[in-house]
């Protein structure tokens, strides 16, 4: 007589568990690993009272809630539905639930190689797990002292675009650079991009002085001057200079030319034109022509009037005519942001966190190749994203954001991390740390006091 009464234990089910069985047998036997380590592994976990009751649980069914589970096992009530358990071990999926004393062991494995955290992740995520493992192999490989010291370069931060001072000849660059034989000062005016090319005999600071000092009888003296940090322009020398000059003297942060790019790019088009048959003549002609970022000539910015060139000019052209300085300035701005927009682009930019006096660093002095300096924060320096740092032996340097590399200071946290392959948040970062905290109701607090209620279902 047929029945629409269900049996218990239907070989559908005795199928089903039997299909578990043999997946969980074949993911135990295409595990690498010797059958010494394997034991070990065992041993562990039998003493592990932890994860004994994690075992029950795997047998004989979680409870629904959280707060139903034991505090010990509730730091893997996330994973519970990829959870099994087989000949002493326990399993998340194909990987092994490590317990006790071997955590530290089997990190130290992970991070062999230093291969870096994404790649120590993938290596932990095809062989074993634990609760907070994806936390601790961050602060692993955070703090070892040989993935500090080899990490590669930092990335470029966004480009700062320097604003376009009020007036010509206000602020200029100076830079020196060298064509074949011959060493060139090339001074440039940040606002009308008017370039001057002197022929130095000897670079010392009394010459750059002098011809500083013949350029400013010309065009007058301006109010700041920008410069890298050459033995010509930080000497006392160049100070005394400045302080006779009354300008301020500007210096870009130590092997980082980025800090001054305006004289940078004077340099390139100084040589380009030093490179000519007649480099007197194309100075004329850069200086006549239209630059790209102002849409006018850099002796009509500087002087108010069109110079006179080899091409036949009207006269009424040449009467002096100040350029629209509105004008100019909107059209800079928006040449700037071009730029910004396409370095940006190309080199993949990212912002780098600000450093705090006191925070400590690592840093790759006089074109070191390794982060090899330790060394703290003092402060930061007058230009931007650059800093003042002392190093163990009291020595004081300034460098670019680019090239401190921040360090955990002692004694912090190690913060929260969700693993790739987990699709819940872990209840807890640590081995043996307890789950959420559990409240006089009988309701579950998250870390940040939020307090987890039970999902209420209808009773039909």
Not at 415 to 435: D, I, L, M, R
Not at 438 to 446: A, H, I, K, N, R
């Amino acid at each position: 007589m047929l029945s629409r009464s269900p049996q218990q234990g239907t070989v559908h089910s005795r199928d089903s568990h039997t299909d578990v069985e043999c997946y969980v047998a074949a993911v135990m036997s295409s595990i690498p690993a010797s059958q010494t380590k394997m034991d070990g592994i065992r041993a562990e976990t039998a003493a592990d009272e932890q994860v004994q009751v994690v075992i029950r649980y795997i047998k004989n069914g979680w409870p629904e809630h959280i707060q139903h589970t034991q505090s010990c096992a509730r730091e893997y009530f996330p994973a519970r539905n990829e959870l099994s358990e087989h000949d002493g071990l326990v399993l998340r999926g194909s990987r092994i639930v490590i317990s006790g004393s071997m955590k530290t062991e089997m990190l130290e494995r992970i991070h062999d190689g230093h291969q870096g955290l994404n790649k120590c992740r993938m290596r932990a995520n095809t062989s074993v797990w634990w609760p907070g493992l994806a936390s601790q192999i961050t602060h692993k490989v955070e703090n070892c002292i040989y993935c500090r010291e080899h990490r590669r370069a930092q990335n470029k931060e966004p480009l700062l675009s320097t604003p376009l001072p009020d007036r010509p000849w206000r602020k200029i660059g100076v830079d020196l650079c060298v064509q074949g034989k011959d060493n060139f000062l090339v001074i440039s005016d940040y606002y009308s991009r008017y370039l001057e090319i002197l022929h130095m005999s000897a670079t010392t600071s009394a010459q750059v002085s002098l011809k500083l000092k013949a350029t400013f009888a010309r065009y007058g003296i301006p109010e700041e001057v920008v410069s890298d940090n050459g033995p010509q322009f930080s000497s006392e020398v160049f100070k005394e200079f400045a302080h006779e000059m009354d300008f301020r003297h500007v210096t870009s942060s130590p092997h980082n030319p980025q800090g001054n790019g305006h004289a940078e790019r004077a340099v390139q088009t100084a040589k380009r034109i030093l490179q000519q048959k007649d480099p007197l003549l194309a100075l004329m002609i850069y200086r006549s022509s239209p630059h790209s970022s102002t849409g006018v000539s850099p002796a009509e910015l500087l002087m108010g009037r069109k110079i006179r060139t080899t091409l036949p000019t009207l006269d009424k052209v040449l009467q002096p005519k100040w350029p629209n300085r509105q004008h100019i300035r909107a059209k800079d701005a928006v040449e700037k942001r071009k730029q910004a927009f396409h370095y940006n682009k190309r080199h993949g930019v990212r912002p780098l966190t600000p450093l705090q006096p006191g925070n400590p660093v690592l840093a790759r002095l006089d074109n070191q190749k390794t982060w090899s300096t330790p060394a703290e924060v003092v402060g930061e320096s007058t230009t931007e994203r650059s800093y003042v740092i002392a190093t163990e032996q009291g020595a004081l340097y300034r460098r670019n954001r680019r090239h401190l590399q921040a360090l955990p200071e002692v004694g912090s946290s190690v913060e929260q991390s969700v693993e790739p392959n987990t699709p819940e948040v872990q209840a807890s970062s640590g081995g043996g740390s307890p789950g959420p905290k559990v409240t006089p109701s009988g309701l579950s607090q998250t870390r940040s006091g939020r307090v987890v209620k039970p999902v209420q279902r209808l009773d039909l």
